[in-house]
C-alpha cells in the first residue's frame, strides 16, 4: 500500500509539471507519457485532463508576495512575444487533449464539468480572461458535439460580467472621460495643437483600441469581441456564409438564450450574440421572431416570460438594420390582431385596468407603439403605408377599457402621441391627460380595489451597445432613432428630447 500510495503521488506530482513550454523533444515525451497513462489507467484522466485545462490560464498569472505572506495578483504587460509564446503552449496544450478524446471516449464527460469548475475568478487578469475563452472555444473545433454546452459556460460567464456592469455606471465614466479630454484639449491656447488633438481622439473613438475604464465591462467588452468573432468565422467559410453551419449554431445559441439570456435580469449587451446572428440571413431573423412570438402567445408561459419575450420583439423590429419592413408589417399586424382578440374577450367584463392581470397585454401595446415609433417613417412612405396602417385600428387600442396608455412608458406613450395625431390615425391627448388628472383603481387579490398607476416594468434589450471594443459587430447593423415629429410646439419638442434621452 505505502508503494502504491507513493507511485500515486509521485504521478500527480508528475502531471503538475511545466512542461508545455519546455524544448519540443521533452514535450513530444511527456504527450506519449499522458496519453498512455491516461489510456492505460482511466483513473488518472481526470488528474491529466484538469492539469491541461489549468495549462490555459494557470501559467499566465504573476504572482508576487506581500508584506503580510499573502498572494497579490499583479495585472499582466502582454507584448507580441508573450502572446506568440502562450499561443505556442496552447496549440502543445490542444494536441494532446484532442488525442486523449480520440483515445478516451468518456473524456468529455469529464472535461465539461472542469472547463465550467476551473473559469478564471471575475478579478483574474483581462488577458488571463481572455486566453481561457479562447481556448475553449478552440476545444469546440475537435468536440464540435460538445459546443453547445462550452457554449453555455461562456455565455453564462459573460452575463455575469454583463450584470456586473451596468449601463448607467459605465455611460458615468465615459462622460468623466470626455470631460477631462474636452477641458485638456481647450485649456491649449494653440489652436492647431487642439486640432490635432481632437483629430486623434476621433480617431481613437474609430478604432477603438482604448480601453474601458469600467473594470468589468472592458473584460466583458474584450470576451464578447472573441465571441463575435467565433461566432463569424463559423458561419463564414471564404467570404461566404455556410448555410448549414450557421443553422446548426443558430439552433444551439436559441436553446442557450431561453435557458440563459431570456431569464437574466439587467444584462445589457450579451443578448446582441442574437441579434447577431439573426443578421446573418433573414430566415434566422424570421425563425427567431416566430420563436418569441408563440412564446407571447403561450397562455401556460410565465407572464414575465411572456411580457419579456415581447419586449425583444419590439426591440429587434425597431433597431435592427436587416429586418425588412415587410417583416415590421407582418408582426406589427400579428401583435395588433392579437390585441383586438383580447379586448373581444376580456373588454366587456373588465372593470379595472391593472398590470398584474393584464401584463402581457400592455407589453404587447408598448411593443406596437414603440416599432411604429422607430418604423413610422418607413411605413407612409411605402406604397399604400397610411392606409396599412389605418387598418390596425390603433384608436380602438388607445380608448379601450384597459387604458393601456396608462400604463406603457411615458415616453413612448407620448412620441406616439404626436406621430398618431399628425396622420389622424388615434387621438391620445385626451387619454393622455385624464390619466395625468386622475389615479386608476387596480383591482388585489383580496378583492378590493387598490389605487395606484403602476407603470409597465419592462425594458428594451437592444437599447445602445456602449461597449467600445466590440460594437464594430453591431453598429453597422444598428438603427439609431431618427425624429420624425414635425418641430414648432414645445410639447413635441419635449417628446423629441425624452426619446432621444430614453430610446
Known sequence: MAVK?????????????????????????????????????TYYLRAGVRMLVKHFMSHLTIVTKTGDGGDKNVEITVDDSLRQKHDLMFVNVHLVLKA?????????????????????????????????????????????????????????????????SPREEIEELQREEDEDMEDIIFEMDDVSVQKEIVSSVDMLSI?????????????????MEITFRYIHNLCYSEGELDWEATKLLYRELLLIFETLILPTHASCHVQFIMFYICSLKQPICEGFLD??????????????????????????????????????????????????????????????????????????????????????????????????????????????????????????????????????????????????????????????????GKILDSFFPFDPYILSRSRKYILPLYREFQGSIEEGEDEEEVCIQLLTKFL
Open 5 to 41: 500510495a507513493l507511485a500515486v503521488s509521485g504521478l500527480v506530482g508528475f502531471l503538475k509539471l511545466n512542461w508545455a513550454t519546455r524544448e519540443s523533444c521533452l514535450i513530444k515525451e511527456y504527450q506519449a507519457f499522458l496519453l498512455n497513462l491516461v489510456s492505460a489507467h
Open 100 to 164: 486523449i478524446t480520440q483515445i478516451v471516449p468518456m473524456t468529455p464527460k469529464v472535461l465539461i464539468p472542469l472547463l465550467g469548475e476551473l473559469f478564471p475568478f471575475f478579478n483574474k487578469d483581462v488577458y488571463i480572461q481572455e486566453c481561457y475563452v479562447k481556448n475553449l472555444l478552440q476545444i469546440t473545433h475537435y468536440l464540435p458535439k460538445m459546443r453547445q454546452k462550452i457554449m453555455e459556460i461562456v455565455i453564462e460567464r459573460l452575463l455575469k460580467f454583463d450584470v456586473r
Open 207 to 223: 478604432v477603438e483600441t482604448v480601453p474601458m475604464s469600467h473594470k468589468e465591462g472592458h473584460k466583458l467588452d474584450v470576451l
Open 291 to 452: 420563436y418569441l412570438w408563440k412564446k407571447v402567445q403561450d397562455p401556460i408561459a410565465q407572464p414575465v416570460y411572456r411580457q419579456i419575450s415581447v419586449c425583444y420583439m419590439g426591440s429587434l423590429l425597431s433597431r435592427g438594420i436587416f429586418v425588412p419592413l415587410s417583416t415590421v408589417k407582418t408582426c406589427l399586424e400579428m401583435m395588433c390582431n392579437w390585441i383586438h382578440k383580447y379586448l373581444d374577450q376580456t373588454g366587456d367584463v373588465t372593470l379595472f385596468a391593472d398590470v398584474t392581470h393584464h401584463g402581457p397585454f400592455y407589453a404587447v401595446v408598448q411593443a406596437i407603439l414603440y416599432v411604429f415609433v422607430f418604423r413610422n417613417k418607413d411605413i407612409f412612405e411605402s406604397c399604400k403605408g397610411l392606409k396599412w396602417a389605418e387598418k390596425l385600428n390603433f384608436q380602438r387600442i388607445v380608448t379601450c377599457r384597459l387604458n393601456p396608455l396608462k400604463f406603457c412608458l411615458p415616453v413612448v406613450v407620448q412620441t406616439f402621441a404626436s406621430v398618431a395625431r399628425s396622420h389622424q390615425l388615434a387621438f391620445c391627448d385626451t387619454i393622455i391627460e385624464r390619466n395625468n388628472r386622475q389615479v386608476l383603481p387596480v383591482a388585489c387579490t383580496n378583492g378590493n380595489s387598490d389605487f395606484g
